[in-house]
């Protein structure tokens, strides 16, 4: 059974930094790209950040882009999301996610339950 | 960047009756599209993928079609678990990006 765990989210001073992770099981974590996607409290979606299964490339949104950093272990089939200079639009809840199929970016068919991340003084 | 425009945004329904929602993404998207549903309190769940493909354990009572621009997903003889909230969601380009929702209420 595929399994994603998300930890590391809480409330945070803006500008400051926190580091969410997100542990896999039930699959071969190194064959598939990764992803985090967030959801304002009431709000949509909001694709966050990607990562090949090799983890040699990485995608953002401008809204994130150079202010977040996705990475991955998948020696311990984890998918980590640092977050630096952290702004109040950034509270959200933050999915990790897995495509459907491997070894390329596609459908957002399993999602972890979401860790809480709030920005606010 | 493509944008997705979801409508209507609120929706309700009768039981046993259908619906459509539609999605219209700026620039062609070759059927890189997926619909999730969200119900309060949960993660979103993969429903329709590649515009029209369903996925694994959804009701047959779902379905996806569309094309170019414009997508649909129909929702046949509604069941009261079908109450939440649907989005679009592109695949064809980075930045990947949903439609705002539709929230499902059954009348």
């Known amino acids: 059974e595929v399994q994603l765990v998300e930890t590391g989210g809480g409330l945070v001073q803006p500008g400051r930094s926190l580091k969410l992770s997100c542990v896999a099981s039930?699959?071969?974590?190194?064959?598939?790209?990764m992803s985090w996607t967030r959801q304002a409290p009431g709000k949509g979606l909001e694709w966050v950040a990607s990562?090949?299964?090799?983890?040699?490339?990485?995608y953002y949104p401008d809204s994130v882009k150079g202010r977040f950093t996705i990475s991955r272990d998948n020696a311990q089939n984890t998918l980590y999301l640092q977050m630096n200079s952290l702004r109040s639009e950034d509270t959200a809840t933050y999915y990790c996610?897995?495509?459907?199929?491997?070894?390329?970016?596609?459908?957002?068919?399993?999602w972890g339950q979401g860790t809480l991340v709030t920005v606010s003084s | 960047d493509i944008q997705m425009t979801q409508s209507p945004s609120f929706l309700s329904a009768s039981l046993g009756n259908s619906i459509t929602i539609t999605c219209h993404a700026s620039?062609?998207?070759?059927?890189?599209l997926a619909w999730y549903q969200q119900k309060s309190g949960n993660a979103p769940e993969l429903l329709i993928y590649k515009a029209s493909s369903l996925q694994s354990g959804v009701p047959s009572r779902f379905s996806g079609s569309g094309s170019g621009t414009d997508y649909i997903l129909t929702i046949s003889n509604l069941q009261p678990e079908d109450i939440a909230t649907y989005y679009c969601q592109h695949y064809q380009s980075f930045p990947l990006t949903f439609g705002s929702g539709t929230k499902l209420e059954i009348k």
């Open positions: 990562i090949t299964n090799s983890g040699g490339s990485t």
């Open positions: 039930g699959f071969t974590f190194n064959n598939y790209w």
């Open positions: 620039q062609n998207i070759k059927g890189w």
């Open positions: 996610t897995r495509g459907l199929y491997r070894y390329n970016l596609n459908w957002f068919a399993y």
